[in-house]
């Protein structure tokens, strides 16, 4: 099981170094000579796929001052520390010093429909893609002083050893459009691995990634990333 796992986290990882390759290739025009010499040295069409799903979007650009107004309701809930989701009962995700580009695409997730909560798809829904940018820069520039402080601590649990690749070896991640999970709350991120295991949350990674967990990894992995020193509440001034 932790060797599929292993080697599905590889496959993934390559494909995400590949993708940058290919999209910073792409930009020097040179991206179909490449797919010609990739194709014909009969790379499998899935890693091809794999590659498509990493393409990284265009990078946010937002505007912090803009997000910091539209960003004022959200912080009556991630704004006060340990405030919880009324039902089912888990603490209300940090987002300080989350990527960017990761808040970016949550809160579009919740707009397009792959991720479901009442109260977030209300407020994505009434958002634009230029009101998302601003707000997620906002968020992201608050607490990024303590996740560039989380260090370099390696990971010694060896339930994270798949997770490293994209996660980071101190929970902090490797790719502006993957969440940091460094000093998230441990209630929250058990949800999330189980909304991933049940379907409630879609995305193709993860979905995959979680699919191979136990109950026991989902409790220790959760443990073992809140514990990491790195996200923080959104504090308003
Ligand atoms: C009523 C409380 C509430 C308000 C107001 C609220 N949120 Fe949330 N937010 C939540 C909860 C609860 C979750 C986790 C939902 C889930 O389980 O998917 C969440 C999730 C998120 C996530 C995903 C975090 C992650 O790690 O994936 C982002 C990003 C986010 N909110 C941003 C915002 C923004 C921006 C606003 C304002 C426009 C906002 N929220 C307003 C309660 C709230
Ligand atoms: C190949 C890269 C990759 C690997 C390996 C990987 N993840 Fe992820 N992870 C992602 C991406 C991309 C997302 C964002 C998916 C989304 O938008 O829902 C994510 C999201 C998550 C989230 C939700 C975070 C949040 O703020 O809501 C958790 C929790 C998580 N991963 C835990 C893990 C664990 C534990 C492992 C190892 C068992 C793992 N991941 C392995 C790429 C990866």
Not at 55 to 80: F, M, S
Not at 92 to 101: C, E
Not at 158 to 171: D, I, M, S
Request: hydrophobic content about 40%; aromatic content about 6%.
């Amino acid at each position: 099981m932790l060797l599929r796992l292993e080697f599905a986290a590889n496959t993934l990882y390559h494909s995400a170094l590949c993708c940058s390759a290919l999209v910073a290739v792409n930009h020097k025009t040179h991206y179909n000579q490449l797919l010609m010499k990739m194709k014909s040295a009969a790379i499998p069409a899935t890693l091809l796929t794999l590659c498509a799903i990493f393409a990284p979007p265009a990078l946010a650009e937002g505007n912090i001052d803009r997000g910091k107004t539209l960003a004022y309701t959200c912080l009556g809930c991630h704004g006060i520390e340990g405030y919880r989701n009324a039902y089912p009962s888990y603490r209300v995700p940090k987002l300080g010093g989350q990527k960017a580009a990761y808040i970016a695409a949550a809160i579009k997730g919740y707009r397009d429909g792959m991720r479901t909560h009442p109260t977030m798809s209300a407020h994505a829904g009434s958002l634009s893609d230029q009101d998302i940018d601003d707000v997620a820069a906002f968020i992201a520039s608050i607490g990024t002083a303590t996740v560039a402080a989380g260090g370099s601590k390696n990971t010694n649990l060896e339930a994270a050893q798949t997770c490293v690749a994209c996660h980071g070896q101190n929970g902090i991640s490797v790719n502006p459009t993957w969440p940091t999970l460094a000093g998230q709350h441990e209630d929250y991120l058990v949800k999330a691995l189980n909304q991933y295991r049940d379907g409630t949350r879609k995305e193709a990674v993860m979905t995959q990634m979680a699919a191979a967990l136990t109950d026991a990894d989902v409790d220790l992995l959760a443990r073992y990333y809140s514990r990491l020193k790195g996200l923080e509440t959104t504090l308003p001034d």
